[in-house]
């Protein structure tokens, strides 16, 4: 539920505390899916490329990039 975050809509705290489990369960999703998007990076990529990685969809992939190739040039734009 990273959207909500990034674009600035505050969730009431009743919601905060209810949602909880659901936002556990939405974080590891996240994680997950950004583990994805290494795996297919790391069959396409060449040494020497550069990887670009855009917005808050992919926060985690430059960390878990880097943790396969330290040498990895790896750009990022966030919101």
């Keep these: 539920m990273l959207w909500p975050l990034f674009h600035y809509v505050p969730l009431p705290l009743e919601a905060r505390l209810a ?3 659901n936002l ?3 974080w590891k999703a996240y994680v ?3 583990h994805l998007y290494r795996e297919s990076v790391m069959e396409l990529y060449e040494e020497g490329d550069v990887v670009w990685a855009h917005d ?3 926060l985690l992939l430059p960390k ?3 943790e ?3 040498n990895m040039k790896v750009g ?3 919101v």
């Design 64 to 66: 878990l990039l880097k």
């Design 24 to 26: 556990q369960n939405q």
């Design 76 to 78: 990022e734009q966030s």
């Design 32 to 34: 997950q899916t950004n």
């Design 68 to 70: 396969l190739k330290p």
């Design 56 to 58: 808050y969809h992919v």
């Design 19 to 21: 949602e909880t489990k």
